[in-house]
C-alpha cells in the first residue's frame, strides 16, 4: 500500500493534525513565590508554520496557603498572554481554620493560543511560561501559592492545525 502525501506540506483545518510537539516535567518542582517571582516553569519551542496554533497543557499540584487566598496561574508566550483568551486556572481559598491550614489539588490547565497582544504567532522559536499571580479582582497579598508540591510536574506543548470554522 502506498502513503497518501497529499497534505503532508498543508494544514487541513478540522482535520485534528499535529505538527509538532515538546514536553518537559519537572520533579518535585514545589514553586514558591518568593519576591514577586511569578514564573513557575518555562519551555522553548520552534513552531514550524505561520498558520497553526498551539495548544497548551500544565499539570501540577497546586496549593494556597492561609485563612483566605485566591491565585491565578496562567500561561504566557513570548512574555505576553494569549488573546482573546487568556489560558489560566485559579484557585480559591476561604476558611474559618488557622492561618497555618492549606489546600492542596491536582490541577490541569489547557487550552489554544492563536497569538498574542502582539500579533499571531509565526514560526519560529517561542518561549512558553507557567506563571502565578494573585487573582486580579482579590486585594491580598498574604498569599503564598506553591506549584508542583510532591509531584510530578509537565508541561506540554502542541502545534497543532487550525480548527474547522475557524473566523
Partial sequence: SSVDNRFR???????????????????????RLNNNLTTVANLTFQKQRNDTYLRLTFFTTRK???????????????DRE????SINGYAY???PTPVSSRSE???????VCKGTEDGELLSGPHDVSMNVR????FDDRLWNPRTGFGTTTTMIIEEMCPPQNDT
Fill in 9 to 31: 506540506d498543508q494544514c487541513v483545518s478540522g482535520r485534528g493534525q499535529l505538527v509538532g510537539w515538546r514536553s518537559k516535567d519537572w520533579n518535585k518542582l514545589n514553586h
Fill in 64 to 78: 494556597n496557603q492561609g485563612r483566605e487566598s485566591c491565585s491565578q496561574w496562567y500561561f504566557k508566550v513570548d
Fill in 82 to 85: 494569549c488573546t482573546p483568551n
Fill in 93 to 95: 481559598r476561604k476558611t
Fill in 105 to 111: 489539588m491536582s490541577s490541569t490547565i489547557v487550552g
Fill in 134 to 137: 494573585v487573582c486580579p479582582w
